[in-house]
């Protein structure tokens, strides 16, 4: 009995520290790896600020491989692979860190922005949700979400975000552009300006800003300033075959016929087979009574976009000053079919 007794005392004795060790050499062993993930995570910070991304990408692969739950390890490595146009890869990082970190306001920002630029399409605004909700203190996550809810028509929801967005960064150009366009699709008119300005100071050579606040001079009827505008859009960029075009339309309704042809002209050479420039100057054509050139150039627009009704519905008005009422009835039925909204008044002629 006293054998027994003295074996179990030795098996007592014994296993619970031969346990105690098996567990600091795991602890230590699991350390050593977090140190040298870490070691490898701030090689690859240096690199990526060096722009040696590939190298980055190695260095990131070991310290996951060391330490599978580095969350920003999979963060910058997505980072990373999107740099380097490997965008399924960079999605499956930003998921993988958030599955470790449900609450990784960064990672739900970067799968959001991945999977818009994969696919804008589809209008996704969880993610950017997921990523306002957790904090993420970005003027981006709602940009990004401004310009969903501009895609889906949610004005007011996408001037609010814009908002938020410039809160954050006072000289945020494209949140003051992209807010402009809301309010001008509301039909605010006068904000859209004040934005658009505003765009334009905080980055004068952004070409849209001037074409979209010309565009907009247009609307309220002041041209001339809609032509300033389109003027200083050319002196940025003296190719751009819209702002030549835009600025013919509004010298066109100033009776500036000479100024509008020169523009459109300017505007084909550029883009032979711009139909909006060809359209516009068959209007100039008509006003001349240059029918028959008129007639061509909608022809030719028509046969490189054959849905533009503006070009049927003005087609149809020149073969009516020419006597040829059928073919003109025919044209405002292709503009009605189009859902131009004066060809109903023409075709009451056509009874």
């Known amino acids: 009995m006293k054998k027994i007794s003295n074996i179990i005392l030795i098996i007592l004795f014994f296993t619970p520290s031969a346990f105690c060790q098996s567990a600091d050499e795991f ?23 060096g722009r040696d991304y590939y190298g980055a990408l190695i260095e990131l692969d070991s310290a996951v491989i060391l330490n599978p739950n580095f969350k920003e ?15 399924a890869g960079a999605k ?12 990784y306001g960064e990672a739900y920002f970067n799968l959001a922005y991945v999977e818009f630029v994969l696919d804008p399409d589809l ?15 970005t003027p981006f996550a709602h940009y990004y979400r401004g310009v969903i809810k501009l895609l889906t028509k949610d004005f007011n929801g996408a001037i609010a975000d814009f908002s938020a967005a410039i809160e954050k960064k006072p000289d945020y150009a494209l949140a003051f552009h992209d807010r402009g366009t809301a309010k001008n699709l509301l039909g605010d008119y006068q904000g859209a300006i004040y934005d658009y300005r505003l765009a334009a100071n905080y980055e004068p050579d952004m070409i849209l800003a001037y074409i979209d606040m010309g565009n907009t001079k247009k609307k309220i009827g002041d041209y001339q300033g809609s032509i300033q505008d389109f003027d200083q859009a050319l002196r940025i960029d003296s190719l751009n075959y819209m702002a ?8 066109y309704i100033l009776g500036d016929f000479e100024g509008a042809a020169n523009d459109f002209n300017k505007a084909l050479i550029l883009k032979d ?60 039925q292709s503009a009605e079919i189009l859902g131009i909204s004066q060809a109903p008044d023409y075709l009451k002629e056509c009874k």
């Open 27 to 49: 602890n230590l062993s699991v350390y050593q790896k977090e140190k040298s993930a870490q070691r490898m995570y701030n090689q690859a910070v240096d690199m990526i600020s």
């Open 73 to 87: 390890a999979l963060l910058q490595r997505g980072k990373v692979k999107f740099m380097l146009n490997y965008k």
């Open 92 to 103: 499956l990082d930003f998921q993988q860190a958030i599955q470790i970190d449900p609450a």
């Open 123 to 137: 209008h996704k605004l969880d993610n950017f949700n997921m990523a306002i909700q957790s904090g993420f203190k």
């Open 244 to 251: 030549y075009n835009l600025r013919g339309g509004a010298r």
């Open 273 to 332: 087979d711009y139909y909006l420039a060809m359209s516009n100057l068959g209007n100039v054509m008509a006003k001349q009574n240059e029918y028959e050139q008129a007639v061509e150039l909608y022809n030719t627009a028509l046969a490189v976009f054959p849905d533009h009704g503006e070009s049927y519905l003005n087609r149809g008005l020149v073969y009516e000053l020419m006597g040829r009422l059928d073919n003109a009835c025919s044209d405002w």
